[in-house]
Every structure is written in C-alpha cells, then in structure tokens.
C-alpha cells in the first residue's frame, strides 16, 4: 500500500542532537496518504526491539522512561512525514532505529480508502562518548 522511507541516521557525540524522518509515499503519484498513529523503535545489537515513542491518532504520546526530556516524537501531516527529535544523547541511544506508521491511504478518488500498517526500512544512530 505505502512505502516508507527513513533518514536522518548518524554517528553522533555524547550530550549532541539528532533528528529522524519518515516519509510515507503512496503507491502512485494520485494516492492521498494519512496518518493516523506512529511509532519509533530501537534495536540494539543483540537485543530485542524495543519501543521509544509513539503517538497515537487522539494525540496521546508515550515515551520510554530513559528518553523522557530528551526525545520529542512529531508529525507533518502536509508532507506526510513523522519525525523523532534526539537531544542530550547518550552512548546507551545507540541502534538501529525503526519507525512504523499507521493511516489510510486512497488511491483514486473513485476508490476507497484502505488502512495501511508500515515499517521503514531502519536507520542507524551512533553514539560516542
């Protein structure tokens, strides 16, 4: 249904900032694309993946408590884009980080809107000390 595309990977100092996007892309050039709930995620090496941030569709957002006060989770509706803000990083942000967006996308204006469910494809966020 969508494809979405992360960015905004980099190694990084300690206590330095960092900004991650998202893009949603429809299908085709005609798609109308919402969304309606987001989240970010971070997989260190040799563990789980794990949940950062999220935003859902009432407005409501979550944050790990180790992140709280330092990471802001944000969406562009106009440019179909979500976005993580990264400030006073830590050596322990490091990973991989993945975003999964959820929404409605419809294809052509005869057609109906169908719910999609997307990962990104992962973007890698080096911390130094």
């Known amino acids: 249904q969508v494809q979405v595309v992360e960015s905004g990977g980099d190694s990084v100092q300690a206590g330095g900032s960092l900004s991650l996007s998202c893009v949603v892309l429809?299908?085709?050039?005609?798609?109308?694309?919402?969304?309606?709930?987001m989240g970010w995620y971070r997989q260190a090496p040799g563990n789980q993946r794990e949940l950062i941030a999220s935003?859902?569709?009432?407005?409501?957002?979550y944050y790990v408590d180790y992140v709280k006060g330092r990471f802001l989770i944000s969406k562009e509706n106009a440019r179909n884009t979500v976005h993580l803000q990264m400030n006073s990083l830590k050596p322990e942000d490091t990973g991989a980080y993945y975003c999964?967006?959820?929404?409605?996308?419809?294809?052509?204006?005869?057609?109906?809107?169908?719910?999609?469910?997307?990962w990104g494809q992962g973007t890698q966020v080096t911390v130094c000390s």
């Open positions: 999964n967006v959820k929404g409605y996308i419809k294809t052509f204006s005869w057609g109906p809107s169908t719910p999609y469910d997307q």
């Open positions: 429809g299908a085709s050039s005609g798609s109308n694309v919402s969304i309606n709930a």
């Open positions: 935003l859902r569709g009432d407005g409501i957002t």
